[in-house]
C-alpha cells in the first residue's frame, strides 16, 4: 500500500494536479513544465491542511519529515542553505488554494533573513540596503502572520521612522535607517510574546507553513468562501518558493499583468509595475505603481520576454490569465498564472473574442462563464471608481443599485415616486400593502425578512433593487429618521442600495446602465442550442411578462394570482371576499373582483400569446390580506377612548371581530391554497371564468391566445385535487358552451407538501402536469419558516458551517431535492408524459437548475430578469453532465 504523500516538487506537478498542489502550486508546475522561467520550489499539498484542520491543527503523521526532505532538496538544486551564513537561501511561503481565493490568506517572504544571513545577502547581491530592507520585511510579515503580532505596532514604528528622518517612501530609508529599524521591529516582536522568538530559519519554515493552514479558516477567507460557493472541505497547498527579488535595484522590479482588460475583455495590455520594489508593494498600495508600458523603456528586454509569455500562456490555458512576475537583476520569473477574475461584460467580450479566434468552441467558451455573472448585466450597478465605504449591510436580495431619497411609507413613496422623485421605500418589512410604494420606488431596503421575503421575491420580479434584513438599522416611523450606528438620516437624505451586495451607503452614487450588449445576446444564444430544459418566468402583469418575453422566457410558469389583488384599489374587494359572512356578500365581491381579474389575465395573454402560461389559483395566506390583529385592536382602542361612538367604530369593531374570527397561529400552514377553495368553491369557479374569458378575448383580438395551464395550489390529498378539478372543468365547459368556442387547456397541481411528493402516484391520476413550489416545499420538509429562520439561525448554521448554503436560495439537494426526485419517478410511473417543471425561486439558482435537470424536469420557472441566467445555467448542467 502506498503511504500518502504531502510534498511534491515543482518537477512532479502540472495542471492537472490543481485539487492536491491548488491552483498555485499547479499553475506554477505547469509554467515549469512548458518552458517558462519559474522559482524552483515545494508544495505543501491541500490534503494535508485538510488532515490538519480534521485534527484541530495538530499535523499528520510524517509532514514535517517530509517538508525536512522536500528542503532539503530544494536546497541541493538550488546549491543554497535556508538560513546559512554564506550563500543563504530565502524562500516565501504561500498560500494556495484549489478556487483562487485573492488576497483572503496568508503569505510569508525572505524567510531565511536572520542576523547570520543578513551579511551575506548583502555581500552576494552588493547592496547592503536591499538585504536589510528584506531583513525588517520579514520580521514584519513574520509577526504578524505567524506570531499574531498587532500590524500597527510595526507600521507605526515605520511611520514614525521616516517622520523622523523627513522622508514619504519607504525607498527613501537608507541601510542604517533599516538595521535600527529591524533592532526596533525585533524589540516589537519580543515584547509583545513575552521572550525572544525563535531565529532557527527551520522552526520558523514549520510555523509559516502551519500559519498558513490557519489562514485557511480566517474569517475573511471564510466570508469569501461563502459568498463565492466555495467549500471549505477543498484546503489550501502551501508553497514554498525560493526567493527572487525586484527589489535589487534599478535593473529589478516586481508587477502585475493581465492578458486582456479584465475590466471591458478588451486584447490590451493591461497591468502594472514597480521598479526596486517587492510584489506586496503593487498589491497593498505602499507605492503607486506605474502602468505596464512604460517598463518597455525601463527593462526592454524583460518586457518583450513577459509580452511573449503572456500570449503563450493564454493560449496554453485558452482563457485570460492574470500573472504574477518579478524581474531580478534583468531577469524575469513568474511566480504565478490563473484565469484572471473578471467582470461580467468581460467575461462574454473574452468568450465571444476566443471563438472568434479560434482558440475556444462554442462549448467551451461556455464553461468560461459563470451564470450567476450575469446577473450583473441585467441591471443598473454602481460605478466601480466609486471608492466609498458602505454605512450598513444586509442580504443581497435583489440584484441592481438604486439612489433616491429615503421614505418610511408606501403612501409617502407612491406620492413621491409617482412624480417621478426617486425614492427608497425603507421598512421594517413590506406587506402586501405596500406593493403601490415598491411599484414606483427605485429600490427597498429592509430591516427585516430574508432572500426570499416578501420584499425580495416582489422586487426581484419587478427588476428592483433590493436590500433586506439589515439588522443594523433602526427605523423610527414616527420620527421619520433611519439610524445607521451613529449617524441619523432624515426622510429625504438620499442613500444609494447595492442589491448585488447588500451594501448600503450614506450618499449618491454614480451608476452604470445594464450592460446587455451583442455578446449577451450571442452567447446567451449559444446555451440556448445546448440546453434541454425549458425557461419559463414567473409574472403576473403585462410588463413583467413583456419583459420576460424580451429575456427569453418561453411562456410563464407561475401566474400568482394573489399578487393581483394587491393593489390599493382592489384590496378592499379582496378582503369584503375573505371576511363575507355569507354567500351572498362573497358573491358579491367576487362579482367586482372578475372582471378585474380578467383584465390582468388578458394583459399576461397578450404579452404571451402562443406560449404556455400557468396560472395558479388563489393561494394567499390570509394574514397578508387581513388588517394586522394588533394594528386594528389598536384603532378600536384609540377610537373607543375618544368617544368616538359612531359608523366608524362600529365598523372598526366589526372588523376586528372578523379578523379574530380569521385568525391562525400559522397562517402559513392555516386557510390558504385549495383549502380556501375547498371552503369557498365559488373562488376558484370566479378565477377560472376570468381566465376563459381572458383567452378568448385575446384570441379573438390578437388572432392568437396562450396555452391555459391552470393550477390548484398546496394539494395534500387526492380528493383536493379530484374536487377542485371538477369544478374547473365544469366552470370552463359552462363557458365555452356560453360563448360557443373551444379551448385547449390542461389542470395540473402545485407539489409543495411532502405528502403530495410521497404520493405523487395517486396525484398524478388528475393532472396533467406538476409544478414544484420548492419554497414552500423547503419550508415543510425542513419543518421551518423561512423569513423567521433567514433572520435567526439559518445565519449561524451557515457561518458555523451547519449547513453550506442557504436552502431557500440553493436547493436542499438530500432533502427536498430527494422529494423532487420522487415526485418526478412517482408522477410518470403513473402518466409516462407527465410535464413537470419548478416554480419556486430556486429556478432561478444556476447550481438548482444543474440538479433540476438531472432529475429530468422539463422546464425551471423564476424571475424575469432572472432568464437569461437560467437559460445560461441550463447549459452548463448539460455540459457538466457530459
Known amino acids: 500500500m502506498v503511504e500518502k504523500r504531502f510534498i511534491y516538487d515543482l518537477s512532479e506537478g502540472d495542471a492537472s494536479m490543481k485539487p492536491l498542489l491548488g491552483g498555485k502550486g499547479a499553475g506554477v508546475a505547469e509554467m515549469a513544465r512548458v518552458g517558462v522561467p519559474v522559482p524552483d520550489a515545494f508544495t505543501v499539498t491541500t490534503e494535508a491542511c485538510i488532515e490538519a484542520t480534521k485534527r484541530d491543527g495538530r499535523w499528520p503523521d510524517g509532514l514535517r519529515e517530509e517538508i525536512e526532505e522536500g528542503l532539503a532538496r530544494l536546497e541541493e538544486r538550488t546549491g543554497k542553505v535556508l538560513g546559512g551564513s554564506s550563500n543563504p537561501l530565502l524562500v516565501s511561503v504561500r498560500s494556495g488554494a484549489v478556487v483562487s481565493m485573492p488576497g483572503m490568506m496568508d503569505t510569508i517572504l525572505n524567510l531565511g533573513m536572520s542576523d547570520e544571513s543578513v551579511a551575506a545577502v548583502a555581500q552576494e547581491s552588493g547592496n547592503e540596503r536591499f538585504a536589510w530592507d528584506c531583513y525588517r520585511r520579514f520580521i514584519q510579515m513574520y509577526g504578524e502572520v505567524v506570531e499574531e503580532v498587532p500590524a500597527y505596532l510595526y507600521e507605526d514604528a515605520l511611520t514614525g521612522l521616516k517622520a523622523e528622518r523627513g522622508v514619504e517612501q519607504d525607498t527613501d530609508l537608507t541601510a542604517e535607517d533599516l538595521k535600527g529599524l529591524v533592532a526596533t521591529f525585533k524589540e516589537i516582536s519580543a515584547e509583545h510574546l513575552g521572550g525572544e522568538w525563535t531565529s532557527d530559519p527551520r522552526e520558523q519554515l514549520h510555523r509559516a507553513v502551519d500559519a498558513v493552514f490557519r489562514s485557511w479558516l480566517n474569517p475573511r477567507a471564510d466570508v469569501y468562501r461563502r459568498a463565492n460557493n466555495i467549500s471549505a472541505e477543498l484546503g489550501t497547498a502551501v508553497n514554498v518558493m525560493q526567493m527572487v527579488f525586484g527589489n535589487r535595484g534599478d535593473t529589478s522590479a516586481t508587477g502585475v499583468c493581465f492578458t486582456r482588460d479584465p475590466s471591458t475583455g478588451e486584447k490590451s495590455l493591461y497591468g502594472e509595475f514597480l521598479v526596486n520594489a517587492q510584489g506586496e508593494d503593487v498589491v497593498a498600495g505602499i507605492r503607486t505603481p506605474r502602468p505596464l508600458a512604460e517598463m518597455r523603456d525601463v527593462l526592454p528586454e524583460a518586457y518583450d520576454e513577459l509580452i511573449a509569455t503572456m500570449a503563450k500562456m493564454e493560449a496554453h490555458y485558452k482563457d485570460m490569465q492574470d500573472m504574477?512576475?518579478?524581474?531580478?537583476?534583468?531577469?524575469?520569473?513568474?511566480?504565478?498564472?490563473?484565469?484572471?477574475?473578471?467582470?461580467?461584460?468581460?467575461?462574454?467580450?473574452?468568450?465571444?473574442?476566443?471563438?472568434?479566434?479560434?482558440?475556444?468552441?462554442?462549448?467551451?467558451?461556455?464553461?468560461?462563464?459563470?451564470?450567476?455573472?450575469?446577473?450583473?448585466?441585467?441591471?443598473?450597478?454602481?460605478?466601480?471608481?466609486?471608492?466609498?465605504?458602505?454605512?450598513?449591510?444586509?442580504?443581497?436580495?435583489?440584484?441592481?443599485?438604486?439612489?433616491?431619497?429615503?421614505?418610511?411609507?408606501?403612501?409617502?413613496?407612491?406620492?413621491?415616486?409617482?412624480?417621478?422623485?426617486?425614492?427608497?421605500?425603507?421598512?421594517?418589512?413590506?406587506?402586501?400593502?405596500?406593493?403601490?410604494?415598491?411599484?414606483?420606488?427605485?429600490?427597498?431596503?429592509?430591516?427585516?425578512?430574508?432572500?426570499?421575503?416578501?420584499?425580495?421575491?416582489?422586487?426581484?420580479?419587478?427588476?428592483?433593487?433590493?436590500?433586506?434584513?439589515?439588522?443594523?438599522?433602526?427605523?423610527?416611523?414616527?420620527?421619520?429618521?433611519?439610524?445607521?450606528?451613529?449617524?441619523?438620516?432624515?426622510?429625504?437624505?438620499?442613500?444609494?442600495?447595492?442589491?448585488?451586495?447588500?451594501?448600503?451607503?450614506?450618499?449618491?452614487?454614480?451608476?452604470?446602465?445594464?450592460?446587455?450588449?451583442?455578446?449577451?445576446?450571442?452567447?446567451?444564444?449559444?446555451?440556448?442550442?445546448?440546453?434541454?430544459?425549458?425557461?419559463?418566468?414567473?409574472?403576473?402583469?403585462?410588463?413583467?411578462?413583456?419583459?420576460?418575453?424580451?429575456?427569453?422566457?418561453?411562456?410563464?410558469?407561475?401566474?400568482?394570482?394573489?399578487?393581483?389583488?394587491?393593489?390599493?384599489?382592489?384590496?378592499?374587494?379582496?378582503?369584503?371576499?375573505?371576511?363575507?359572512?355569507?354567500?351572498?356578500?362573497?358573491?358579491?365581491?367576487?362579482?367586482?373582483?372578475?372582471?378585474?381579474?380578467?383584465?390582468?389575465?388578458?394583459?399576461?395573454?397578450?404579452?404571451?400569446?402562443?406560449?404556455?402560461?400557468?396560472?395558479?389559483?388563489?393561494?394567499?395566506?390570509?394574514?397578508?390580506?387581513?388588517?394586522?390583529?394588533?394594528?386594528?385592536?389598536?384603532?378600536?382602542?384609540?377610537?373607543?377612548?375618544?368617544?368616538?361612538?359612531?359608523?366608524?367604530?362600529?365598523?372598526?369593531?366589526?372588523?376586528?371581530?372578523?379578523?379574530?374570527?380569521?385568525?391562525?397561529?400559522?397562517?402559513?400552514?392555516?386557510?390558504?391554497?385549495?383549502?380556501?377553495?375547498?371552503?369557498?368553491?365559488?373562488?376558484?369557479?370566479?378565477?377560472?371564468?376570468?381566465?376563459?374569458?381572458?383567452?378568448?378575448?385575446?384570441?379573438?383580438?390578437?388572432?392568437?391566445?396562450?396555452?391555459?395551464?391552470?393550477?390548484?395550489?398546496?394539494?395534500?390529498?387526492?380528493?383536493?385535487?379530484?374536487?377542485?378539478?371538477?369544478?374547473?372543468?365544469?366552470?370552463?365547459?359552462?363557458?365555452?358552451?356560453?360563448?360557443?368556442?373551444?379551448?385547449?387547456?390542461?389542470?395540473?397541481?402545485?407539489?409543495?407538501?411532502?405528502?403530495?411528493?410521497?404520493?405523487?402516484?395517486?396525484?398524478?391520476?388528475?393532472?396533467?402536469?406538476?409544478?414544484?413550489?420548492?419554497?414552500?416545499?423547503?419550508?415543510?420538509?425542513?419543518?421551518?419558516?423561512?423569513?423567521?429562520?433567514?433572520?435567526?439561525?439559518?445565519?449561524?448554521?451557515?457561518?458555523?458551517?451547519?449547513?453550506?448554503?442557504?436552502?431557500?436560495?440553493?436547493?436542499?439537494?438530500?432533502?427536498?431535492?430527494?422529494?423532487?426526485q420522487m415526485g418526478v419517478d412517482k408522477g410518470r410511473s403513473t402518466k409516462p408524459g407527465l410535464k413537470t417543471g419548478v416554480c419556486g425561486e430556486h429556478g432561478g439558482d444556476p447550481d438548482s437548475v444543474e440538479f433540476f435537470n438531472s432529475v429530468g424536469l422539463d422546464y425551471v420557472s423564476c424571475s424575469p430578469f432572472r432568464v437569461p441566467i437560467a437559460r445560461f445555467a441550463a447549459a452548463k448542467a448539460v455540459l457538466n453532465q457530459k
Open 324 to 820: 504574477e512576475f518579478t524581474v531580478e537583476n534583468g531577469r524575469l520569473f513568474l511566480l504565478q498564472t490563473r484565469n484572471g477574475k473578471r467582470t461580467a461584460a468581460a467575461a462574454l467580450k473574452v468568450a465571444s473574442d476566443l471563438v472568434d479566434e479560434g482558440v475556444l468552441t462554442q462549448h467551451e467558451a461556455l464553461g468560461r462563464i459563470e451564470p450567476s455573472q450575469l446577473d450583473q448585466l441585467l441591471h443598473p450597478a454602481i460605478d466601480p471608481a466609486h471608492g466609498r465605504t458602505p454605512i450598513a449591510k444586509g442580504l443581497p436580495a435583489s440584484p441592481g443599485a438604486a439612489v433616491g431619497e429615503v421614505v418610511f411609507d408606501a403612501d409617502t413613496a407612491a406620492e413621491r415616486g409617482g412624480k417621478g422623485e426617486p425614492v427608497v421605500l425603507v421598512r421594517y418589512e413590506t406587506t402586501p400593502d405596500d406593493i403601490h410604494g415598491v411599484i414606483v420606488a427605485q429600490g427597498i431596503l429592509t430591516a427585516h425578512g430574508g432572500m426570499t421575503s416578501h420584499a425580495a421575491v416582489v422586487a426581484r420580479g419587478m427588476g428592483k433593487p433590493c436590500v433586506a434584513g439589515a439588522g443594523g438599522i433602526k427605523i423610527d416611523v414616527k420620527a421619520r429618521t433611519l439610524t445607521i450606528g451613529d449617524r441619523v438620516l432624515n426622510e429625504g437624505d438620499v442613500i444609494t442600495l447595492d442589491g448585488s451586495t447588500g451594501d448600503v451607503y450614506g450618499e449618491a452614487l454614480d451608476l452604470i446602465p445594464p450592460q446587455i450588449n451583442e455578446d449577451f445576446e450571442r452567447v446567451v444564444a449559444w446555451a440556448d442550442e445546448v440546453r434541454r430544459l425549458g425557461v419559463r418566468a414567473n409574472a403576473d402583469n403585462f410588463e413583467d411578462a413583456t419583459k420576460a418575453r424580451e429575456l427569453g422566457a418561453e411562456g410563464i410558469g407561475l401566474c400568482r394570482t394573489e399578487h393581483m389583488f394587491m393593489a390599493a384599489d382592489r384590496l378592499p374587494a379582496v378582503r369584503r371576499m375573505i371576511l363575507a359572512d355569507n354567500q351572498a356578500q362573497r358573491a358579491e365581491a367576487l362579482a367586482e373582483i372578475l372582471p378585474m381579474q380578467q383584465s390582468d389575465f388578458e394583459g399576461v395573454f397578450t404579452a404571451m400569446k402562443g406560449l404556455p402560461v400557468t396560472v395558479r389559483l388563489l393561494d394567499p395566506p390570509l394574514h397578508e390580506f387581513l388588517p394586522n390583529l394588533v394594528e386594528q385592536s389598536l384603532l378600536v382602542q384609540r377610537l373607543e377612548t375618544a368617544g368616538n361612538d359612531g359608523a366608524e367604530l362600529a365598523d372598526a369593531r366589526e372588523t376586528l371581530s372578523q379578523v379574530k374570527r380569521l385568525h391562525e397561529q400559522n397562517p402559513m400552514l392555516g386557510t390558504r391554497g385549495c383549502r380556501l377553495a375547498m371552503l369557498y368553491p365559488e373562488i376558484p369557479e370566479m378565477q377560472t371564468r376570468a381566465i376563459v374569458r381572458a383567452a378568448l378575448a385575446v384570441l379573438d383580438r390578437e388572432g392568437e391566445t396562450v396555452k391555459v395551464e391552470i393550477m390548484i395550489p398546496l394539494v395534500a390529498l387526492t380528493q383536493e385535487l379530484s374536487a377542485q378539478r371538477a369544478i374547473v372543468e365544469k366552470t370552463v365547459a359552462d363557458e365555452l358552451a356560453q360563448a360557443g368556442r373551444e379551448l385547449d387547456y390542461t389542470i395540473g397541481t402545485m407539489i409543495e407538501l411532502p405528502r403530495a411528493a410521497l404520493l405523487a402516484d395517486q396525484i398524478a391520476e388528475h393532472a396533467d402536469f406538476f409544478s414544484f413550489g420548492t419554497n414552500d416545499l423547503t419550508q415543510t420538509t425542513i419543518g421551518i419558516s423561512r423569513d423567521d429562520a433567514e433572520n435567526g439561525f439559518l445565519t449561524n448554521y451557515i457561518m458555523d458551517h451547519v449547513l453550506e448554503r442557504n436552502p431557500f436560495e440553493t436547493i436542499d439537494v438530500d432533502g427536498v431535492g430527494q422529494l423532487v
